[in-house]
């Protein structure tokens, strides 16, 4: 089907498209009866306004650009609410690509937020490489780190600190006396999860006869934490963990599932802790014991300081928002209580 263009328009109305345009964009300009025909002759014909002819017009696209690491694991989708609660009421729309762990898809976001002239973008980087990249186009457009601190202090950000919940996570299973302990998780590459891990190696460092290992997998999901699951309760009972640290709440609850179908009883035997504490955590089969970060919460926070460069209201400085880890305690470390 053809698109219905102004020129269209202009010839049912019988005017000229100079005219159309100023009784669409600048109505003061033309006489109340061609406006009016103008506006007849765009509800027969449908016609809708290129946005890219509005953005030149106006000098603004109304969008906001964000990147997340992986769009199924929910807390990167409560980030994403966060910054549209935030952006609603100000008019503005939240373009959001999703790079799948994936540096060749991070770049090629970034590539279209300046090809639709995105006024500003919140990124959550997939590795260093992502966080280079978000200060280019940071010399370009405002830009908000999100769950990320720069390392330069050029871009603000909204981030949490993995450091002490993973140290609060490892600090949980020892006070209830294990003592083999296991960090499961992926991409050793990504910040957060080599500051967790690097946390949990903090707090089993200040109790001697306490040890951590380090489990790799390809992919934080719950199928591989079923796998997981399933090879760790076919270890020997002397070598295999007491307690377990996982980097999220999907993959935790996969390594329960696991556990539980190799016979392994949670938390009698093995207690798990997840991470980002979902919603899910809460009724899963063994409610997840995780640590909470308040994802829909930063992604606000983060959205209204973008919102304030993005207007020219303050200045980027390399400001940091940290947000402080809770323990949601329940039962695949402590049972039913």
Not at 104 to 120: M, P, S
Not at 256 to 282: N, S
Not at 306 to 325: C, D, H, K, N, Y
Request: proline share 4%; glycine share 10%; hydrophobic share 40%.
């Amino acid at each position: 089907m053809k698109r219905v263009g102004i020129r269209d328009v202009a010839s049912r109305a019988g005017v000229s498209m100079s005219s159309v345009s100023n009784a669409l964009n600048r109505p003061e300009r033309v006489s109340d009866e061609i406006v009016e025909r103008v506006r007849a002759a765009v509800a027969d014909l449908g016609y809708v306004p290129l946005q890219a002819a509005q953005q030149l017009r106006i000098g603004r696209s109304g969008l906001l650009g964000m990147t997340v690491i992986n769009i199924t694991n929910p807390f990167f989708g409560d980030l994403v609410s966060g910054a549209e609660d935030a952006t609603g009421s100000s008019g503005a729309r939240v373009l959001v690509g999703n790079s799948d762990d994936d540096e060749k898809k991070e770049r090629d976001y970034f590539e279209l937020f300046k090809r639709v002239q995105v006024e500003g973008a919140l990124v959550s980087p997939f590795g260093d490489a992502g966080e280079a990249l978000a200060r280019e186009l940071g010399r370009s457009v405002p830009v908000v780190l999100v769950d990320r601190v720069d390392d330069e202090g050029v871009l603000d950000s909204v981030s949490f600190d993995d450091v002490a919940g993973g140290r609060m996570a490892a600090e949980h299973l020892i006070e209830l006396g294990r003592t083999r302990l296991a960090f499961i998780g992926a991409r050793e590459e990504v910040r957060q999860v080599r500051e967790r891990l690097a946390g949990a190696r903090d707090a089993v460092a200040r109790h001697p006869g306490v040890r951590l290992d380090a489990t790799w997998i390809p992919r934080t999901s719950a199928e591989y934490g079923v796998g997981v699951g399933i090879m760790i309760a076919g270890l020997p009972p002397g070598e295999r963990p007491d307690g377990i640290v996982t980097t999220n709440d999907h993959l935790a609850c996969g390594v329960v599932h696991g556990l539980l179908r190799g016979g392994m009883r949670v938390p009698d035997d093995v207690a798990v802790v997840g991470y980002d504490d979902i919603e899910f955590a809460a009724v899963a089969a063994v409610p997840l014991t995780s640590v909470r970060q308040p994802a829909r919460e930063m992604g606000r926070v983060a959205a209204q300081q973008l919102l304030r460069l993005v207007s020219g209201e303050v200045q980027a400085t390399g400001r940091s928002i940290r947000f402080e880890p809770e323990l949601a305690v329940r039962a695949s470390t402590v049972g039913y209580r």
